[in-house]
Structure formats: C-alpha cells, structure tokens
C-alpha cells in the first residue's frame, strides 16, 4: 500500500439495499473495513438510518475504495450523509485497464477478480442475495446475516483487488475518475421531473394512438400502406423532395434508424417521419421508461462504459433515450424551472484547441463554424450567409462532423447522398485548410499503433490489443483518430458535472455535450450562469484554457421542455391521445395503478394535487398566455 501512504485511513466499502426501477434506493446494510487497523462496521438499515454521517472518516486523510462507488453513494445520498473527500472506484479503473481489450468474465466485481484470478464467489450464489437484496424486507435473522455475510465477502474481495490492481493505477488520475462516481449519484438521487398525468393518459392511449399514427402522419408523405413502410413511395417522395439519401451497397435505400435521425436533422422534412417509424417500432414505449414514485425519470448513468469513457444510459429507460418527441413529457414542478445547456460545437472546439489549428479556431470562433469552413476553402463567397448558402453549409457541416466521428468517404457519401467523388473532396477541403489538425490527429493514432494506447489529457485510456475476431488487429485507425475529440469530450463534462454538484447545482443528468438542471423559477437566471460558468472551467481545464460557451434553454412551470425536432410528433400524438381525464378519473387511475402500495399513492396525490393548480390554464401541454 506504498502508493497509498498520503492517507491516514483506508476504508473498503460495500452496501447492500433495494431499488425497484425508477425509485431511489431502500438501504438493507453495509459493511466497512479499515486496511491497516483492521477494524470491521457491519450495519443494518436501522442503524444506518440514526447515523448522521458515513461511520467512517471521510475527509481528504482517508481515501474511500469501492466498487462502482456510485450504487454505494446512492445510500450517502438517500441517508443525507456528506460526500467523500476522496474515492477510488475500481470499476472505473478496471475499465481504464482493460478499455480495448477483451474481458472473459465481463467488466463487474466477479469479473475483475477473475480476470486478476483472484477467489471470487460463486455467480449463482451471488445472483442469489443479489434477488434477496432486490425482494427487499422484512428479512428473518438468517437472511440478515446471509446479507451482511454476503456484503463482507464483497468487501475482502474488494482488498485483494486493491492489492492486485494497485501497481497499475495512476492515483491522481483515479480519484479524479472516482470524484465523478459522486456526481453520479447525486444525478440518480435527483432525476428528471416527468408530467405523471400526461405519461399515464399516453400510455393508457398508446395502443389506440398508433394505430392512428400512421393514417394521421402519412398524410403528409405518402409512404405506407397500412401499417407497412414501402421503399418504393419513399423513393418517389425523395425524389419530389429533392432529397438525396444514403444508399447501401445493394443499391436500396438506408433504412436504418441511425441515417433516419441524421437524415431529419439536415432534412427537417423527414423529421416526422422518423418519429412515426420510431414510434411504431416501440410497442413498450412507456413501460420501459423508468419513473419513481415521485415522478422522477431515474436510471443508471452507467458511467464510463463507452469506450471514449462516455456514459451508456439504457435507451429504453431514459427519457432524453426514445424518439425527441416524447421529451415533452419532462415537465417542472410547480415554482421550479429547468434548463438545458449543452456545449457549442463542443467536438469542433475540442479537436481545434487540442490541435492548435489556428485556421479552425478562427473559424469557431466565427460563431458559425460550418459557413466559416466553406469559406476559408472557398468553396462560397466571402459576403455567403446561412440564407443564401445554406446548402453549401449542410454539406460542409456533414464534412466537419464526419471527420470528428472519424467517418471515411463512403460513410460520408452515404450521409449526404452524394457521390464518393463529392465526400472525398469534402475530406480533402477539410485536409488542406487544416492541415494542423490532421497532422495532430495522425500523430495521435501512430503514437497509438507504436504505444499500444492511446490517452485523453486527464488518463483516459484506449488499449490496443489481439482481436478475438480471426485474429485481425484489435485496433481500427479511424476508431483511434475519433477517439481524442470524443474521450476528451466526455471528459469535460464530468468535469463540469462535478463542479455542478459539488456547488450544489440542482442537476438532474447528463445528455451527450449537454446538461440538464433544475431550480425554483425566481433562482432559474442564476443557477443558468453559475452552470454556464462550471461548463467553461471545464472547457479550460480540457483544453489548455481554451473556452466554450453552452447555450441555454430555459423552460418554467407550467410550461414543458419542448425538443424542437420533435415538437409536431408531439402535437399529434397528444392531439390523438384526446383530453386528459377528469380528476376524479385521474386519481382513479392512479389508484388502480399502485395498488395498495400506500407510499406511492401519496406521492402520486401530492403530485396530482400540484398538478392541478395549473391544470386549468393548459390544454394538452400549452401554457395559457
């Protein structure tokens, strides 16, 4: 434990609670132990609750280890305990050891110690108090040492790992990593304020409004018959459209969800289409969203997961996850606002600054990056504006994200529907004016290819190692070169989530290069700015003091969050959804739904009982004037 000598203090810890989708955790237990001294807390759930603080120091003399520390934070939170000083997750650092390579056992506790072989329980029994945990109390006396037993085992196993893991960790990097696991569970703890009312009366009316859907949307394009999407009438409205489409190698038009949604944001006109085909593909839409008791959309974050160290929300759980359209069921309480802000270009800046292209920083700096772009290589005029060229402007935005994605020519192609001669001129403009930037981007992936790795500013790691697919490298030169832009990305916005938190932020998740944050309608302009501000140091810290801006979007009670690209879907649907029901219909529903759960029915009262207050002044989600 040399390189752990700065602490006084170093405590393993493992919890142990109950946690049905969309709730916030029930604590059952936890168990705690010292390293050097040795000393051992093993707590239930009515101890815990008398407790002030964590049993344990927390201060930045004694370091915290755990586990996906986040799932232990959750438990701090629910509990009113302060944070940590200092964290190591050995889930984040084991996902920094092995991020590239192949992992047998997969990526939790069971298979970081096998991967380390190191003695780990067996998964069937795990899986056990694992379901025994998830049933929740009341539990007899043996399945409360069968818990705390199990949570102790956790926690051994959890210093053997320390033991085997800690030659490789960098230590300031880790707790930099592990400082995000706390604002992690502070974003869960939080969620996202959803309109009960309204997702109850859609769900109740999804079957109903799908079959509407199609009839009512088609109108408007004329591509299905019945319910089944036909090629052929979609190629004939492209083609009336003028709206060039990526193709597959087959010669048939790309139907994939993924070209839909960048098809809708460079061609508005399909935008609906793509919700509607979205919409029919999602039977489950709203029984996978996950909303507590409380009207809070809660999920796991999964921090880390992605190989750029983004974070993996389930889809089908989050509600920024789905179609656009059906953001608008996120709603402030009544008094509270809330606001998205998400990073200006933040990839553009972020390959710019760290290249030091001069080129490409003043054409961000220009305030349109993309019209900046088509300028300097004179592919329009000097005096070119949105308006008068906003054609040249797609095409040469699609060139610039393509190379931050690290997207080759025919995936460029494909994208603007235009030939493979077109994309690779698009790329080549791109190469000659900035010609910095590639040579940075280069350099990064052979350092790559010689190294074995490849690293954001603050120990990010992608790892390049044997393929497990016949024996072909484990590394792909465009996945390298969109690595640094993304990964650093990523880290910037940890950054900035932390910052958020710890200056007591009301933030409520994390969305891709943006946040969402929350606060009373009177505080809303001040906790903007304070927010804007965190973004920006964070910007700075990434990149060498280069600065981003985060635009604002700030939307107030009674008002709803309103994606624009979504906004007609959503104007349908609620439209073919018909009137909200009557209160009295409303708490009957309610009741129906939870049961006898008693909990539930006073939260969801309380949240009808504020609800109706302005209930009068809107009409399917419109505030009165």
């Known amino acids: 434990m040399n390189d752990l000598a700065g602490f006084e203090e170093i405590w393993c810890v493992d919890t142990e609670y109950s946690a049905p989708t969309g709730h916030r955790p029930k604590p059952i237990c936890l168990v705690a132990r010292e390293l050097r001294s040795g000393q051992q807390l093993r707590l239930w759930e009515d101890q815990l609750a008398q407790l002030q603080a964590a049993p344990f120091r927390t201060d930045d003399r004694s370091l915290v280890v755990a586990y996906a520390a986040a ?23 084991f996902r920094a050891l092995t991020n590239g390579l192949y992992t047998p056992s997969g990526c939790g506790l069971l298979g970081a110690l096998v991967y380390h072989g190191l003695p780990a329980m067996e998964g069937a029994e795990k899986d056990e108090m694992r379901q025994l945990a998830i049933r929740g109390g009341p539990f007899t006396d043996s399945e409360r040492r069968a818990l705390l037993d199990y949570c102790d085992e956790d926690v051994i196993a959890l210093t053997r790992l320390l033991t085997a893991m800690l030659p490789k960790i960098d230590l300031p990097r880790a707790l930099l990593r592990g400082r995000y696991a706390w604002a992690v569970a502070a974003m869960e703890h939080r969620g996202i304020p959803i309109d009960v009312e309204m997702f109850q009366h859609l769900r109740g009316q999804w079957h109903s409004v799908q079959s509407q859907l199609v009839a009512e949307v088609d109108q408007r394009y004329g591509v299905y018959e019945g319910t089944t999407f036909k090629r052929d009438r979609f ?40 919700e509607l085909r979205c919409a029919l593909g999602q039977m489950r839409l709203f029984e996978d969203l996950a909303i507590g008791p409380d009207g809070r959309n809660r999920m796991c974050i999964a921090p880390f997961r992605a190989k750029t160290g983004r974070n993996q929300p389930s889809n089908a759980k989050f509600i920024f996850g789905p179609s656009r359209w059906l953001r608008s069921l996120i709603r402030p309480e009544p008094g509270m606002a809330v606001a998205y802000l998400d990073f200006v270009s933040q990839e553009i800046a972020v390959g710019a600054a760290l290249s030091g292209d001069e080129a490409m920083l003043e054409a961000y700096r220009s305030g349109d990056f993309y019209l900046a772009f088509a300028r300097q290589a004179r592919a329009v005029p000097a005096e070119a504006t949105k308006t008068t060229h906003g054609e040249e402007r797609s095409l040469f935005k699609a060139a610039a994200l393509a190379v931050m994605y690290g997207m080759g020519p025919e995936s460029l192609a494909q994208k603007i529907g235009r030939p493979t001669a077109t994309a690779v001129e698009l790329l080549s403009l791109h190469k000659r004016t900035y010609p910095t930037f590639w040579q940075w981007s280069q350099a990064a992936v052979d350092r790559a290819m ?6 954001t500013v603050f120990g990010w790691p992608l790892r390049i190692g044997p393929s497990t697919d016949n024996n072909r490298p484990g590394a792909n030169p465009r996945a390298l070169s969109n690595f640094p832009v993304q990964a650093n990305a990523a880290e910037m916005l940890r950054l900035a989530c932390c910052l958020l938190v710890e200056r007591g932020i009301g933030l409520c998740a994390p969305i891709h290069d943006a946040v969402l944050v929350e606060g009373p309608v009177a505080e809303i302009e001040d906790i903007v700015s304070q927010t804007q501000a965190a973004m920006a140091e964070a910007s700075r810290a990434v990149l060498r003091g280069f600065e981003i801006n985060a635009d604002a979007k700030i939307v107030r009670w009674p008002d709803r969050y309103v994606d624009d690209a979504g906004a007609d879907f959503w104007a349908t649907v609620i439209r073919l959804a018909g009137p909200m029901p009557s209160i009295r219909q409303l708490a009957e529903s309610v009741q129906q739904s939870c049961g006898s759960d008693s909990t539930i029915l006073r939260n969801r009262a309380g949240l009808i009982e504020k609800s109706l207050s302005g209930l009068s002044l809107i009409s399917m989600g419109c505030s009165s004037p």
């Open 235 to 274: 190629a004939r409205f492209l083609i009336l459209r003028d709206i060039p489409w990526p193709m597959l190698e087959t010669g048939q038009l790309d139907l994939s969800d993924d070209t839909f949604r960048s098809q809708a944001k460079a061609y508005p006109a399909v935008a609906e289409l793509r």
């Open 71 to 93: 799932a232990e934070f959750s438990v701090f939170h629910v509990l009113g305990w302060p944070a940590p000083q200092r964290t190591l997750d050995l889930f984040f650092e």
């Open 450 to 455: 010689l190294t074995g790795e490849i690293q």
